[in-house]
């Protein structure tokens, strides 16, 4: 059944920075404000809708509405800027704040397109307001606002007293992490700007990584060129900060974990470069073109060392389309240490009476689209789930593994089989197929129109829903978790209409806990609700969201 207007889918500088100068822009607060800039399938379109508001209600107050919103909030040395543009690094900011006085510490937030600015002083911040309600302040060529943030200080992970205080080792968090994340695709990243020493990746919410440098010099030079700038175009975002300990203990090297100063490292390949807004370019594997093994890299990088000789190319596995006739395993090896890749993940740990392959697809769109869902016959309570390509694969099995649903811990992994055969089927036990195939429906959210406005998040608690009946009410929600026997939400948050005419709904769900709020995602997902005088139902869309809190 056609559903209704299917809308789009689903966080220093040690000691001070010392740069010429641009101007600079801001916004309110990250914590009093909670804007979905960025949820999966339908992020993009919430951050402009935000945007957007803010532009209308700003114009309509005029140019005091800077000075108005300043006196509302107490002076403070920390400045929150907003509507700046994708391309923008921390550099960016530097450079453009550093005429107004010394910059202490910066903390991205680009999904938001904001970003928080400590002076040392408040005078310094004064200065960058009373500047920015007088002229146009642009940084990376776009004019952004600002006003004075709610925190007199932004928290280091560091938690260090001393505001100047950095440390040689930095925390990076890879937000939309569309495809692997290696120690080779960071030594890539990072090694051109600064000599990388270690690597150690870890996912525990999320990806991220902690890189050590030779000096906190060496560290703060990488911050200011990386933080903010995406991996790939369109995702695989760094964020940025300081970390707590200032040395990197590796056991082994691998694709998570790499000690450079080992004596047979010294014949490794070395990448080259990044690019402002994209370090590596367009992944091999983006669904546009042919897919090649190599993927050359630009060299126009402002922060890269000119001194050193570096390789021009750096190999990706082949991956040819999957209709391919040529396409097997040994032709597409992944890095991420599996002997042979697949585009099937086989799901074990899924409650017997609960689980069905609706409730299986549910679960695995946020990270792919979902080709077909089989449960084993031989094995109760585990299924085959085939999706778009491996890297839809690695995604569920990052996210998804290890986590709860209805009491029973999931297990996902790599499946040994190249595609899902629709053999032995039989009824489940709520009575449906336990075959099924979703190639063809609508819900599938990477497809090439939507795969850009996709947020990559971890499960959480709080869940971001959309493409709702714009008369959808909170009991009625309420009144849907208890039909379909799932967790109810605790808080409830609806965005502003992006127009007095907008035909949807949507907001934030807030869950007690993570578990609940993954079983109502699983069970509610994607279920249609009819309204009165309308023949076509609402297809309620769900993802996890990037707030963590209401």
Same mark, same amino acid.
């Given at each position: 059944?056609?559903?209704?207007?299917?809308?789009?889918?689903?966080?220093?500088?040690?000691?001070?920075?010392?740069?010429?100068?641009?101007?600079?822009?801001?916004?309110?607060?990250?914590?009093?404000?909670?804007?979905?800039?960025?949820?999966?399938?339908?992020?993009?379109?919430?951050?402009?809708?935000?945007?957007?508001?803010?532009?209308?209600?700003?114009?309509?107050?005029?140019?005091?509405?800077?000075?108005?919103?300043?006196?509302?909030?107490?002076?403070?040395? !920390?400045?929150?800027? #907003?509507?700046?543009?994708? /391309?923008? *690094? =921390?550099?960016?900011? %530097? +450079?453009?704040?550093? @005429?107004?006085?010394?910059?202490?510490?910066?903390?991205?937030?680009?999904?938001?397109?904001?970003?928080?600015?400590?002076?040392?002083?408040?005078?310094?911040?004064?200065?960058?307001?009373?500047?920015?309600?007088?002229?146009?302040?642009?940084?990376?060529?776009?004019?952004?606002?600002?006003?004075?943030?709610?925190?007199?200080?932004?928290?280091?992970?560091?938690?260090?007293?001393?505001?100047?205080?950095?440390?040689?080792?930095?925390?990076?968090?890879?937000?939309?992490?569309?495809?692997?994340?290696?120690?080779?695709?960071?030594?890539?990243?990072?090694?051109?700007?600064?000599?990388?020493?270690?690597? !150690?990746?870890?996912? #525990?919410?999320?990806?991220? /990584?902690? *890189? =050590?440098?030779?000096? %906190? +010099?060496?560290?703060? @030079?990488?911050?200011?060129?990386?933080?903010?700038?995406?991996?790939?175009?369109?995702?695989?975002?760094?964020?940025?900060?300081?970390?707590?300990?200032?040395?990197?203990?590796?056991?082994?090297?691998?694709?998570?974990?790499?000690?450079?100063?080992?004596?047979?490292?010294?014949?490794?390949?070395?990448?080259?470069?990044?690019?402002?807004?994209?370090?590596?370019?367009?992944?091999?594997?983006?669904?546009?073109?042919?897919?090649?093994?190599?993927?050359?890299?630009?060299?126009?990088?402002?922060?890269?060392?000119?001194?050193?000789?570096?390789?021009?190319?750096?190999?990706?596995?082949?991956?040819?389309?999957?209709?391919?006739?040529?396409?097997?395993?040994?032709?597409?090896?992944?890095?991420?240490?599996?002997?042979?890749?697949?585009?099937?993940?086989?799901?074990?740990?899924?409650?017997?009476?609960?689980?069905?392959?609706?409730?299986?697809?549910?679960?695995?769109?946020?990270?792919?689209?979902?080709?077909?869902?089989?449960?084993?016959?031989?094995?109760?309570?585990?299924?085959?789930?085939?999706?778009?390509?491996?890297?839809?694969?690695?995604?569920?099995?990052?996210?998804?593994?290890?986590?709860?649903?209805?009491?029973?811990?999931?297990?996902?992994?790599?499946?040994?089989?190249?595609?899902?055969?629709?053999?032995?089927?039989?009824?489940?036990?709520?009575?449906?197929?336990?075959?099924?195939?979703?190639?063809?429906?609508?819900?599938?959210?990477?497809?090439?129109?939507?795969?850009?406005?996709?947020?990559?998040?971890?499960?959480?608690?709080?869940?971001?829903?959309?493409?709702?009946?714009?008369?959808?009410?909170?009991?009625?929600?309420?009144?849907?978790?208890?039909?379909?026997?799932?967790?109810?939400?605790?808080?409830?948050?609806?965005?502003?209409?992006?127009?007095?005419?907008?035909?949807?709904?949507?907001?934030?769900?807030?869950?007690?806990?993570?578990?609940?709020?993954?079983?109502?995602?699983?069970?509610?997902?994607?279920?249609?609700?009819?309204?009165?005088?309308?023949?076509?139902?609402?297809?309620?869309?769900?993802?996890?969201?990037?707030?963590?809190?209401?």
């Amino acid at each position: 059944m056609e559903e209704r207007e299917d809308r789009g889918g689903g966080g220093g500088g040690g000691g001070g920075y010392h740069r010429a100068a641009k101007r600079l822009r801001t916004e309110e607060e990250a914590g009093r404000e909670e804007l979905e800039d960025g949820e999966q399938d339908s992020a993009g379109e919430e951050a402009a809708r935000s945007g957007g508001t803010e532009s209308r209600s700003r114009k309509s107050r005029g140019t005091k509405d800077g000075v108005e919103d300043s006196h509302c909030i107490p002076p403070s040395p !920390v400045v929150h800027v #907003r509507g700046l543009c994708d /391309a923008v *690094v =921390e550099a960016d900011l %530097v +450079e453009a704040l550093d @005429k107004f006085g010394n910059i202490c510490y910066v903390m991205m937030m680009p999904f938001k397109r904001q970003a928080l600015v400590e002076f040392d002083s408040v005078e310094s911040a004064e200065r960058c307001l009373s500047c920015g309600t007088r002229e146009a302040v642009c940084v990376a060529e776009q004019q952004a606002f600002f006003n004075f943030s709610t925190s007199q200080r932004i928290t280091r992970p560091t938690n260090a007293d001393d505001p100047t205080s950095g440390n040689k080792v930095l925390l990076l968090s890879i937000q939309n992490p569309l495809y692997p994340i290696t120690t080779d695709v960071l030594y890539t990243v990072c090694n051109p700007v600064v000599n990388v020493v270690r690597i !150690v990746i870890f996912k #525990r919410n999320g990806i991220q /990584a902690m *890189v =050590e440098f030779e000096s %906190v +010099e060496d560290a703060q @030079k990488a911050k200011l060129a990386l933080n903010g700038a995406d991996i790939y175009a369109g995702c695989c975002t760094l964020k940025i900060e300081y970390a707590r300990p200032n040395r990197l203990n590796v056991v082994r090297n691998d694709n998570s974990s790499w000690d450079y100063t080992k004596p047979f490292l010294l014949q490794r390949e070395r990448g080259k470069g990044r690019q402002r807004q994209a370090i590596l370019g367009e992944h091999p594997s983006n669904g546009h073109g042919s897919h090649y093994p190599l993927l050359p890299l630009p060299g126009n990088c402002r922060y890269r060392r000119s001194s050193e000789e570096v390789q021009d190319m750096i190999s990706y596995p082949l991956l040819l389309p999957k209709t391919s006739p040529s396409y097997s395993s040994s032709s597409s090896s992944s890095f991420l240490g599996h002997s042979a890749s697949s585009s099937v993940a086989m799901v074990s740990g899924l409650h017997p009476a609960k689980m069905n392959c609706s409730c299986i697809f549910n679960l695995f769109c946020l990270y792919g689209n979902v080709e077909k869902v089989k449960f084993m016959k031989s094995v109760a309570g585990t299924a085959l789930v085939e999706m778009g390509d491996e890297y839809a694969v690695d995604r569920a099995v990052t996210h998804l593994n290890g986590i709860k649903v209805f009491g029973k811990k999931l297990n996902v992994c790599v499946s040994k089989q190249q595609a899902v055969i629709p053999s032995q089927v039989f009824e489940l036990a709520d009575g449906s197929s336990s075959y099924q195939d979703f190639s063809l429906t609508r819900n599938n959210r990477f497809s090439s129109a939507q795969s850009s406005r996709n947020i990559i998040q971890p499960p959480a608690a709080v869940l971001h829903f959309y493409n709702a009946p714009p008369t959808l009410s909170q009991h009625q929600l309420h009144k849907l978790c208890t039909e379909r026997n799932v967790p109810a939400f605790t808080k409830f948050k609806v965005f502003d209409a992006k127009s007095a005419s907008s035909k949807t709904l949507s907001g934030l769900l807030e869950f007690d806990s993570k578990t609940d709020a993954v079983e109502a995602l699983t069970v509610l997902n994607h279920h249609q609700i009819r309204i009165p005088n309308s023949s076509n139902p609402f297809t309620l869309k769900l993802c996890f969201s990037t707030s963590s809190h209401l």
